[in-house]
């Protein structure tokens, strides 16, 4: 199939199991850390740091950062490839779309590196 | 190109939205949202990380009307993607698959993110 080839698995079937897994990885980061600030409503600088800095939360984070990055390179390649098309936007919709996947891409990479340097910083 | 003469299962340019089609197209934007607020985010945890002046200044930065806005925007888009996908998953396990299954669901989807939304807004505030 030509038209995967962009596609984050390469095979829809592939894809659609790393969004469900990278999906329930996000929930529980998003049900921690909402639970974690709504528990701690006078949250000072040295609990936050001592929190990111044990190993285990260091790995649920960026277990989190490489979910947010398959998830979206999933999620968005769907977007784009359903919506930046040349039947509903004419010719120029290929250009368009390889333009705003290679932007996505890169963007993804930038989130990553960057959650990488916040995580081994502390 | 060949590829322009390919049938078109569904045009949905051409046919009247139902509400799960709401669901669906409300998950896909608040998705597209979600990938730039997840940039915010990292801003404010690389912030929050970087010093006790930086957490300072982050939690200085969040109490101004705007950011307490954008953060609940972010927060909506967020409880929203959430349910909805809860809901994906619970339609994988074979529940809800029908059509008013599906109906139901996407109502039960509004319901329960309109709540989360508040409890958001109620927490930032």
Known sequence: ?122 | MTTKKRPVNLDIGTIQLPITAYASILHRISGVALFFAAGIFLWVLDGSLSSSAGFDAIKECLQSPLAKLVIWGCLSFLAYHFVAGIRHLIMDMGVGESLEGGRTGAKLVFVCSVVLILLAGVWVW
């Open chain 1, 1 to 122: 199939m030509v038209t995967s080839v962009t596609s984050f698995g390469r095979s829809g079937l592939s894809d659609w199991l790393i969004q469900r897994v990278s999906a329930v990885v996000m929930a529980a980061y998003s049900v921690f850390i909402v639970a974690y600030l709504v528990l701690n409503p006078g949250l000072d600088y040295e609990q936050w740091r001592a929190l990111h800095q044990f190993l285990p939360m260091k790995i649920f984070s960026l277990a989190t950062a490489v979910s947010i990055a398959v998830h979206a390179w999933i999620g968005l390649w769907s977007v784009l490839t359903d919506y930046v098309t040349e039947r509903l936007m004419g010719a120029k919709a290929t250009a368009l779309r390889v333009i705003l996947q290679v932007g996505m891409i890169l963007a993804i990479l930038a989130y990553v590196v960057w959650a990488i340097d916040i995580l081994w910083g502390i």
